[in-house]
């Protein structure tokens, strides 16, 4: 050919129109006006950065609170349980105290169901993300003046936080469950005190009482000195 049939032309660029996420103070007004199960819920989601089929398919079992450490083994889709998407989805990182106490008040009320599940329907079956985000996610947010987004608001939130508290990369790879993180960096099967110092830095963070100033800024948090 005579000229270059690709001159001047300019693909859209994929994902990149908006990147839906929470902030901090957006995150503290959801918890704080919502009501069990949801409170607990949305907590954890905020915390520990992970999906919304993989919340859906904890299970009482993946808790162990006794030492502070959840483990997500499994997903839901479409209402049906499997494994996690990667080798590395399959993981474990500690929780805060505050996220501990908080699953314990939970547990006092929690109904037994014959899967085990943290959250069920009443005929037992998994929760349906896609419809809990629909039907009591995005009315609360339109309640309270934010912008209507998904629950993976919540991961990218999460990230955020993990950046600016200064979480060692390890921690920050970790924890969300890339496939790509697992041969870039690999994790041990101990909780180390990287780890554990991160997700105390979040509980404090997250868990503090939320302001009622809807103009106000967040007070600053001394992020960096918590985790050294």
Known sequence: MAHDPFDGL????????????????????????????????YSILAETGIRGGEICALRVADLDLERAVVHVRQSVWRGQIQTVKSRK????????????ERLRD????????????????????PWDHSLVRKRKFHP??????????????FRHGNATLLDQIGA????????????EAQTTM??????????????DALGKIL??????????RPAEHPLTDMIQ
């Not at 989805?89 to 501990?100: D, K, M, Q, T």
């Not at 060692?168 to 969300?176: D, E, F, S, T, Y």
């Open 168 to 179: 060692p990369m390890a921690v920050r790879l970790n924890r969300p469950g890339h496939a």
């Open 106 to 125: 939970y547990l006092r009320t929690w109904r037994p169901n014959s899967l085990g599940l943290l959250f069920a329907t009443k005929a037992g079956t």
């Open 10 to 41: 300019v693909l859209p660029k994929r994902g990149l129109d908006r990147v839906f996420t929470l902030s901090l103070e957006e995150t503290q007004r959801i918890i704080a006006a919502a009501c069990e199960p949801y409170k607990t819920f």
């Open 140 to 153: 609360l947010l339109k309640k309270l003046g934010i912008w209507q987004c998904g629950f993976h608001a």
């Open 207 to 216: 868990h503090a009482p939320a302001r009622n100033e809807q103009n106000e």
């Open 186 to 199: 690999g994790y041990t099967h101990a909780v180390t005190a990287d780890e554990r110092r991160t997700a």
């Open 89 to 100: 989805g399959n993981r474990r990182f500690p929780i805060s105290a505050e996220l501990v």
